[in-house]
């Protein structure tokens, strides 16, 4: 659950938009939570699937954005 909230917090961040799969990890560490990439990429799927965040990848921008700004974990 508090993968979930850092994500969903990161996404969110308007001053650091299109945060990186690192940035992400790093905000992991921050918090006291040590996971691989692989991980990360799971939680971001099951947040995709089951919970239906609108999270999308922009290749251009090397990072990740919520489709819907209104929309919060």
């Not at 993968?3 to 996404?11: E, H, K, N, V």
Request: aromatic fraction near 12%; hydrophobic fraction near 25%.
């Amino acid at each position: 659950m508090r993968r979930y909230r850092i994500i969903d917090r990161c996404l969110k961040n308007s001053l650091r938009p299109y945060p990186s799969k690192k940035l992400l990890l790093e905000k992991m560490l921050e918090a006291g939570i040590d996971i691989s990439g692989f991980q990360l990429d799971k939680d971001i799927n099951f947040l995709r699937n089951e919970e239906d965040a609108p999270i999308e990848y922009d290749r251009k921008r090397n990072g990740y954005r919520y489709t819907d700004p209104e929309y919060s974990y």
